[in-house]
């Protein structure tokens, strides 16, 4: 799911920096500067020409609002009028591109799944039953290639773009699921097993990238949750098509082959979904980019589209493909390490624990089906899925993140405190489950689809690939970390200390979350890129 970059001064800045506001002057911003990252910064609408003023405030920065009674900067509002009321279809034109897009989180929630049930039919046909090692490394094998997948999408993607890469990434998703389906070996189900993985490592960074650069910025937090409901319908599909393996023991093959579909699907879907206006527009390819924004955001946004994008390319380099090394410079770092921490956060504060053990929490309330425990779970993640779509550009991303470490904090308090105290055990089981229920949907509501759309928002147009394969490079690693310890811990020290010390981690990120996210919803990633490069320019010169 590395090394971190060091965090330099970022981890100790008070929440107290210059406000930059940008407003319509005749003068020219774009001299060569260096994208930024400052936590915090202010700025009104965006006029390819900037008068920089700086002014300091002591309480916590923000970007202001978007007035949402101007016209809609994004999108050729489309519209069915009612008696009394207007639905608002802007997201329409971008949705079928979204949606092939979100195919690649459909089959990484399927392989999350797959795997569950059909684990003992597997590894008493291939020869392993009993070795819980062997076992634990078919099941988690494609964390490995999931890895490397990750770190090199970063070169992939700035060199094809997210649609060719997308359709290059299928072939090991379809030839790992067909292996693995074939395996009559060990070594030919743990090959299969990588190969799947690699393919989900370049889907995870290559999915945020596309959504955050097609989406409208009026619509970019609802289509950018896609990718959650993607990876929690697959979760849920494999458990219901995982349910005759407990009857028959080689329907693993058919779980397995079922796994190639999805891959096919989005190859040709691939085929007629746009590219990235962005990377169009940096690939030199201006008449296909016009084309694209026309298409998805309306005629009349082309022309301003494009001057932004040229903008940023101007400020950037003009070269399609940035270097690693990049990112060991300020600002790039800064954006590193608050992506890289993001994703620590996240796994540290127990998601994947929670998962292992809700089947036997369960379990105490007479839920004894394993897959009707996981089901429970999946559709909670789902329905907190569904609510992030309706909030994230109705809140913004900072105040969904913090609310929902919060409520991860307070979950596993609740757990934790059912589990040491228990005063009667049908209320404490009551209250155990209680806990998951709201750890889980307080996760699927923030901490899961706002970390992988902030990050790409908040990353410069050049080093934005690479930011996204480093995040995603230290989620795997601390993935496989979580998963290797957990155990242990538990068997040391207890269930409850260990969800006390995640409902910790979950405060602690929250904390990081208001000190260190800037807000982005209804902003162009332009406007961001430009303001952060402005405040960081600043406060260099204070």
């Known amino acids: 799911m590395i090394q971190m970059l060091e965090a330099n001064p970022l981890l100790f800045v008070p929440k107290c920096h210059p406000i930059v506001s940008l ?4 003068t020219l911003l774009f001299n060569k500067i260096n994208n930024p990252f400052p936590p915090s910064v202010s700025f009104s609408l965006p006029i390819n020409n900037f008068k920089i003023t700086a002014a300091k405030r002591r309480q916590g920065p923000e970007l202001e609002p978007p007035d949402n009674n101007r016209p809609d900067d994004e999108n050729t509002l489309l519209t069915e009028k009612g008696d009394e009321e207007e639905i608002d279809l802007g997201w329409l034109p971008t949705f079928p591109h979204v949606l092939t897009a979100s195919m690649s989180n459909f089959l990484f929630g399927y392989h999350i799944g797959v795997m569950n049930g059909p684990i003992v039919s597997i590894a008493k046909e291939l020869g392993f039953e009993g070795n819980s090692f062997l076992e634990g490394l078919v099941v988690s094998i494609f964390i490995g290639g999931a890895f490397i ?3 090199s999408c970063g070169s992939i993607v700035d060199k094809l773009g997210c649609r060719r890469t997308f359709q290059l990434d299928t072939i090991p998703l379809i030839l790992g699921a067909i292996v693995s389906a074939q395996a009559h070996s060990l070594d030919e189900i743990l090959f299969g097993r990588f190969l799947v993985g690699l393919g989900i490592g370049v889907n995870t960074v290559l999915v945020p990238i596309y959504i955050s650069e097609v989406a409208p910025t009026k619509y970019r937090g609802l289509l950018g949750t896609f990718s959650q409901i993607g990876t929690c319908i697959g979760i849920i599909s494999s458990l219901f098509l995982a349910i005759p393996s407990e009857n028959d023991p080689h329907w693993w093959r058919t779980l397995l082959y079922i796994a190639s579909v999805p891959g096919i699907v989005l190859a040709l879907g691939m085929q007629f979904s746009v590219d990235s206006p962005r990377w169009l527009c940096k690939a030199g390819r201006i008449d296909d980019a016009k084309e694209v924004i026309s298409e998805l955001w309306g005629p009349s946004k082309v022309n301003k589209a494009i001057e932004e994008f040229q903008s940023v390319i101007r400020n950037d380099g003009a070269d399609l493909d940035s270097g690693w090394l990049e990112l060991l410079e300020e600002p790039h770092s800064r954006v590193a390490f608050i992506g890289g921490s993001l994703f620590i956060l996240q796994q540290l504060a127990g998601i994947n624990g929670v998962l292992y053990f809700s089947s036997l929490t369960f379990r105490d309330v007479g839920i004894t089906s394993g897959a009707l425990a996981s089901l429970f779970v999946g559709l909670t993640n789902f329905a907190g899925a569904l609510c992030a779509s309706y909030l994230m550009d109705r809140q913004g991303r900072q105040v969904l993140l913090i609310g929902s470490y919060l409520g991860m904090a307070v979950s596993m308090f609740v757990i934790a405190s059912a589990i040491s105290f228990p005063i009667d055990s049908e209320i404490s089981s009551n209250l155990s489950i209680l806990g998951t229920i709201m750890y889980i949907f307080s996760f699927a509501i923030g901490a899961g689809p706002v970390t992988g759309l902030i990050i790409p928002e908040l990353s410069s147009s050049r080093t934005r690939g690479k930011i996204l394969a480093f995040s995603f490079s230290v989620h795997w690693v601390f993935n496989f970390l979580v998963g ?8 040391k020290i207890g269930i409850a200390p260990v969800y006390a010390g995640f409902g910790g981690v979950s405060l602690l990120a929250a904390a990081f979350a208001y000190y260190f996210i ?25």
Request: glycine letters at 4%; zero cysteines.
């Open 484 to 491: 290797l310890f957990f155990l242990e811990l538990v068997r």
């Open 149 to 151: 997948g990750s770190i």
């Open 518 to 542: 800037v807000e982005t919803k209804g902003r162009s990633l332009e406007e961001i890129e430009i303001s952060l490069a402005v405040n960081y320019q600043d406060r260099n010169k204070l």
């Open 23 to 26: 407003q319509p002057s005749s």
